[in-house]
């Protein structure tokens, strides 16, 4: 049996158990629900704080905070989800041994809503992700404006959602169209050699932008 083979193998039973082993209580969709209603909650709440912004005041903001939201996911497969000392070891854990079991590249595919479990990451990714510009939102808005501070909650918030949405759309397969879009087949084809275990490359293939924007991350 060669190793990819194997891979799947290996794969395929797991996930029969991990679905065997979901609790009858757990909905993909509340599961989804959570997610979309703490981002964009923290999004149109944080906008509707907002008062006469200026373009420079977005600029300024929005640039170095998508940068810092790259550099968080960035980080997070680095130090939280891939690393054997991590600080979050459920986290660590959950990446490892559920998502990297349950998809190797050759069963990235999902069917229905309970496989959502392993799909979807936990629910205390986006806040924790969220929480992060906390630090820096108070600082711009004590520093300079409290609009500052909102932008900045408003763009973590949005690069969530957009790294959520990014890899669920990497876990579609045959879809022609989607390997037609640009950035979106860029991310799909790092997510296929994430999902394969390339070491050298994980961090930086698990990440939306950081393999096009610091190639050697
Ligand atoms: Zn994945
Ligand atoms: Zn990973």
């Not at 082993?21 to 964009?40: K, S």
Request: proline content about 5%; overall charge positive.
């Amino acid at each position: 049996m060669t190793r990819e083979e194997e891979m799947t193998v290996r794969s395929q039973a797991f996930r029969q158990q991990y679905r065997d082993a979901t609790p009858r209580w757990y909905r993909g969709e509340l599961h989804l629900a959570f997610t979309l209603a703490f981002t964009v909650g923290v999004i149109v709440w944080c906008f509707s704080r907002i008062e006469e912004s200026t373009a420079a005041q977005w600029l300024w903001v929005a640039v170095p905070m998508f940068l810092f939201g790259n550099w968080a996911e960035w980080a997070g497969h680095r130090y939280l989800l891939h690393n054997t000392k991590s600080v979050l070891k459920a986290a660590y854990k959950r990446h490892v041994s559920t998502h990297h079991q349950f998809f190797v590249h050759t069963t990235l595919d999902y069917h229905g809503q309970r496989d959502w479990r392993a799909l979807l990451f936990p629910p205390f990714a986006p806040v924790l992700f969220v929480a992060a510009a906390v630090p820096p939102a108070l600082l711009l808005g004590a520093l300079w404006t409290p609009n500052a501070g909102y932008i900045a909650m408003v763009v973590m918030a949005s690069y969530y959602l957009m790294y959520e949405g990014l890899h669920t759309l990497s876990h579609v397969e045959n879809s022609p169209f989607l390997d037609r879009l640009p950035l979106v087949n860029t991310v799909r084809r790092m997510h296929v050699l994430h999902q394969q275990g390339h070491k050298v490359t994980s961090y930086s293939t698990s990440s939306c932008f950081a393999l096009v924007l610091a190639p050697v991350a």
